[in-house]
């Protein structure tokens, strides 16, 4: 990357220097199109910043398919590790070259003329098109609750977290059981640390079954192809991931299994009051609906099996390992020897600098392939903006591609009166 010396205009501005904005700049530099990218920390810097040291991909590594830069390892079907994903992820930064402002926040995008007018902690310019690609994850959700804990528990976000060693002697509550929540709570379990957990409705799924990775029937299957406008997708994109681990070769993550070598698990989470913690009585639920899901994937692969005739070793459906007999709802962190927590309870999206009415009533860009209805206000990097894959490693790329695609046809329709408008 070169240092970048702001101009007054450009024919686009990508907001979000991350695999999602690094990947429209691919594809606008291919393309000849003018443009910057605006990032407020550094590129990419979510995998340095933002993982523990344990993190490894939960999906193989032949998913790694960044635009002109597939994964080229030797291990496609093993699972990076930080320092791998790292090196993956620098390198795509170092072949894209993107003309990046790096520490630079943008605080406003607004309609100026024909175009926009974007302000900056570098200035403000003006744009033919935007490109918004700052992701969900933008800054870490913590209930207010967490005001309320004892002031001797040390409380930290999953985006803080790196390593047991972090966290004083005792016991660690972890408040979230999506993937994050559950491989976190892996890592101090096999640290030997006592771990309670507040268990969601997040789904879980076999990192194995019949002879392969769960994720290579699926690919096989076409559930990676299925999109947002095939009949009840369009919910996924608040749904919440599967847990399941690539850690030491990868493996399920089964709860109850955690359970019965002494970890603590309860249902969600409801209330903090007087030193204690309240919990909903839906522990059970939340197992047997994770394992719903789990079994349900499994018989998906049975049927796709059965229909193409593989030769594959007998499946089975999954029980249960272990059941809570009783529902605890309050517990005495203090009395039951807790001195941390750790809040695995997702991100939210900083959008709050967009003066564009791109949101539905939930706050969440209405747009079709990352094409809003905006003419040239487009969005990227975001879970399920097409596929299951649109906010991964996967397809992102797919998705910056037809972006792009859009955005050129929009250029070549529009730019001489809205460059006009813009710089005359």
């Keep these: 990357m070169k240092p970048q010396t702001l101009k007054s205009h450009y024919q686009a501005v990508i907001i979000g220097g991350g695999q999602a904005g690094l990947s429209a700049s691919h594809y606008l530099q291919k393309q000849g199109i003018g443009h910057v990218v605006f990032e407020a920390k550094t590129a990419a810097h979510k995998w340095q910043n933002e993982r523990w040291d344990a993190f490894c991909l939960v999906t193989p590594n032949w998913q790694c398919q960044l635009p002109d830069h597939p994964y080229d390892g030797a291990d496609p079907h093993g699972f990076m590790v930080k320092s791998e994903i790292l090196d993956y992820v620098a390198r795509f930064v170092e072949k894209v070259a993107a003309p990046i402002l790096e520490h630079t926040e943008v605080t406003s995008v607004e309609r100026f003329g024909q175009g926009f007018r974007v302000e900056s902690a570098a200035g403000t310019v003006t744009a033919d098109a935007v490109i918004i690609a700052t992701s969900l994850y933008s800054e870490p959700a913590i209930p207010r609750a967490a005001e309320r804990l004892p002031e001797t528990i040390t409380q930290m976000h999953t985006a803080d977290y790196r390593n047991p060693g972090q966290l004083p002697e005792g016991a660690v509550m972890v408040v979230g059981s999506g993937q994050s929540g559950c491989q976190i709570a892996e890592d101090l379990h096999l640290a030997g640390r006592k771990v309670h957990m507040v268990t969601g409705n997040a789904p ?45 070769g990868g493996r399920d993550i089964d709860l109850r299994k955690f359970a019965l070598e002494g970890m603590a698990l309860y249902g969600r989470m409801e209330a903090v009051r007087n030193g204690h913690m309240v919990f909903s009585p839906n522990l059970k639920a939340h197992l047997d609906e994770a394992d719903r899901v789990y079994n349900g994937i499994n018989a998906l692969i049975d049927r796709h099996i059965a229909e193409k005739q593989i030769a594959a070793p007998e499946g089975s459906v999954y029980q249960p390992l272990w059941e809570p007999q009783v529902e605890i709802t309050e517990l005495d962190l203090v009395a039951e020897g807790i001195t941390s927590v750790i809040w695995a309870t997702g991100f939210r999206p900083g959008w709050s600098f967009v003066g564009l009415p791109i949101f539905d009533g939930t706050g969440y860009p209405v747009q079709r392939r990352g094409v809003t209805g905006i003419p040239g206000v487009y969005v990227l ?36 009166a809205a460059s006009r408008a813009m710089v005359g």
């Design 204 to 248: 879980r799924c076999a990192r194995f079954y019949r002879g392969r990775d769960v994720v290579d029937w699926l690919a096989d299957i076409g559930q990676y192809d299925i999109t947002i406008e095939q009949d009840g997708m369009a919910k996924k994109k608040h749904d919440t991931n599967h847990y399941l681990t690539g850690r030491d």
């Design 381 to 416: 990097g975001l879970p399920w903006l097409w596929t299951w894959g649109s906010g991964r490693f996967l397809s992102v790329g797919k998705d910056a591609e037809h972006v792009v695609g859009h955005l050129s046809h929009f250029l070549c329709d529009n730019q001489p």
